[in-house]
């Protein structure tokens, strides 16, 4: 690296931790309450506690459960269409920073994708978790009935 990239990645290494907590609870909380919505299928999240790894997450996770979850939508095109109308979650390929991101991964890879066409996954940010959540509900509100 050169010196400028070196003290950028020491600067923001500071407040990783902070970051990562914070991330983790707001996906925690998005989960929990997208869990009984009835536009969701399912959430895949090792926070919860029907996840089939949350035991074993339990006890190798300290603070928190991490930033990403996935959505399991009740068809592809409902799945196409959550993601095309948020407007605070941004659609993006790049997990792991600081701004909610949202993919549907199956439309990017193509015909052949080995992931579902019913999945939206999420890397929740630093944005406020009411915001994202009502973004997301919003999205949800362009359903057709089948699929609301």
């Known amino acids: 690296l050169g010196s400028f990239e070196a003290w950028l990645l020491m600067r923001g290494m500071r407040t990783l931790d902070v970051r990562v907590r914070a991330q983790a609870k707001s996906a925690q909380i998005i989960a929990e309450r997208l869990v009984s919505h009835p536009s969701v299928a399912s959430v895949l999240y090792v926070g919860l506690e029907t996840h089939p790894g949350h035991r074993m997450a339990s006890l190798q996770m300290k603070g928190g459960f991490g930033a990403m979850l996935s959505l399991r939508m009740k068809s592809k095109e409902a799945a196409q269409l959550v993601?095309?109308?948020?407007?605070?979650?941004?659609?993006?390929?790049?997990?792991?920073?600081?701004?909610?991101?949202?993919?549907?991964?199956?439309?990017?890879?193509?015909?052949?994708?080995?992931?579902?066409v019913d999945l939206l996954r999420l890397s929740v940010g630093l944005e406020d978790v009411d915001e994202l959540h009502a973004d997301l509900c919003a999205a949800f509100s362009h359903l057709p009935e089948g699929d609301a």
């Open 83 to 116: 993601a095309s109308k948020t407007l605070v979650w941004r659609h993006a390929t790049s997990f792991g920073g600081v701004d909610s991101l949202i993919e549907h991964r199956a439309s990017i890879e193509g015909e052949g994708s080995p992931c579902p």
